[in-house]
């Protein structure tokens, strides 16, 4: 298998080397407020057979790989929620047991591969709080430092982690947009490896494996319904890869349909498959901490390829969220966090849509132990 980039927006290829994030030709058209330009994809080249490795189908060698356990998630069957909707092939996807908690392990295991492969030491990001978690815990295996920016918003339990793993972490005062600027302006100016969602490639390839291990557990086919929580655009985007490459390597028949599911507060990329096109950024407001974004970073990316393969977007409350978080909790013994809730809650809003005898696989991300705040609001203590 070779690999190499392609320039998403342009289409020009380029050897993948750590000084090369976005493409040099359209990111000069970059402004403010607006989501990333010339995000660049990595493009896998070869055969596979369907007894393929997830290793086999990354950019970066094996040998690379920080020896903690990220991935092979569970996927199961939560059948008192089956029984309830009448939908006899929903599946989980758990990706609350990844080592930290939380999906963001996937994009963080591929870049510390990388920087490790690269020999470099130290990795730069600003979170809403899983990122830096995952990335922080993920480098602590592969003896990384990481410098991290955090609003000062964001949960306890999420800054206390990172810390836990021995992040230096700067505290924001602002948002995650402000966090995001000042760890740009830091790689800028001192160096480092920037893991920003979308900026640096491996967040997205990374997050391909989730795909790729669907596909496996379901003994080799692709399922025909996803549902995914989406904040920056990038998990979905990375989902999309990884079924664009079982597609590409002629493994699977079909791309599934992905439904990203954002919190009203926080619709930019709702709005945009609406409008085609992005509109003004509007400040987010939702007590789902890791979907509340103004500019989706990987936002035209997410949007080409929802729009390539028909893909929806759709919104539901926060107070939806809250229900779904415990209705989930109380009907599979899964607690997760308001973010990963959003895949539940988007699930209950469209199973009447959902056709019985089709698949369909809830996407869950993050712990409901990085957020007990807000789990608080849907239970009554006693
Ligand atoms: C980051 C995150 C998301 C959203 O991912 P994006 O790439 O920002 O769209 C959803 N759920 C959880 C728990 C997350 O940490």
């Avoid at 070779?2 to 000069?28: H, Q, R």
């Avoid at 947009?177 to 490639?201: E, F, I, Q």
Wanted: aromatic share 8%; hydrophobic share 40%.
């Amino acid at each position: 298998m070779t690999f190499d980039y392609l320039c998403s927006e342009c289409g020009k290829t380029f050897e993948i080397t750590p000084d090369l994030m976005v493409c040099p030709d359209c990111s000069t058209r970059q402004r403010d407020d607006e989501p990333l330009r010339g995000i660049l994809e990595v493009r896998l080249q070869g055969q596979a057979d369907e007894n393929f490795s997830v290793f086999d189908l990354l950019p970066v060698e094996r040998e690379f790989f920080p020896p903690i356990p990220v991935g092979n998630t569970p996927l199961w069957e939560p059948s008192r929620i089956r029984e309830k909707y009448g939908k006899p092939r929903l599946y989980i996807k758990d990706d609350t047991a990844n080592p930290t908690g939380s999906f963001k392990d996937r994009a963080s295991y591929l870049v510390a591969a990388f920087a490790r492969k690269f020999g470099l030491n130290e990795i730069v990001l600003a979170s809403t709080g899983n990122a830096g978690s995952s990335m922080s815990g993920v480098a602590a295996a592969a003896g990384l430092k990481v410098r991290l920016y955090l609003p000062a918003t964001a949960p306890p339990a999420k800054m206390v982690q990172a810390l836990q793993y021995g992040a230096d972490l700067v505290k924001v005062e602002g948002t995650y947009d402000d966090a995001y600027d000042l760890s740009m302006a830091w790689c800028r100016d001192k160096g480092g490896l920037s893991r920003n969602t979308a900026h640096n490639p491996m967040t997205i390839e990374g997050k391909k494996t989730v795909a790729l291990e669907m596909y496996q557990q379901l003994g080799r086919r692709v399922p025909d319904h996803v549902f995914i929580p989406v904040g920056d655009g990038v998990i979905i985007s990375g989902v999309y890869k990884g079924f664009r490459d079982l597609v590409t390597l002629g493994l699977a028949p079909k791309v599934p349909v992905l439904h990203g599911v954002q919190a009203e507060g926080s619709s930019a990329l709702t709005r945009a498959l609406e409008n085609r096109g992005f509109t003004p950024a509007q400040p987010s407001k939702t007590l789902a901490d890791s979907i509340s974004v103004d500019v989706p970073r990987g936002g035209y990316y997410a949007l080409k390829q929802l729009m390539e393969w028909g893909g929806k977007m759709i919104t539901v409350t926060d107070q939806a969220i809250v229900d779904a978080q415990k209705e989930l909790s109380t009907l599979s013994g899964l607690f997760v966090e308001p973010a990963a809730a959003a895949s539940y809650a988007g699930f209950l809003k469209e199973k009447e849509t959902l056709p019985a005898d089709e698949s369909a696989v809830l996407l869950v991300t993050g712990s409901g132990l990085k957020d007990i705040e807000t789990a608080r609001r849907g239970v009554a203590l006693p």
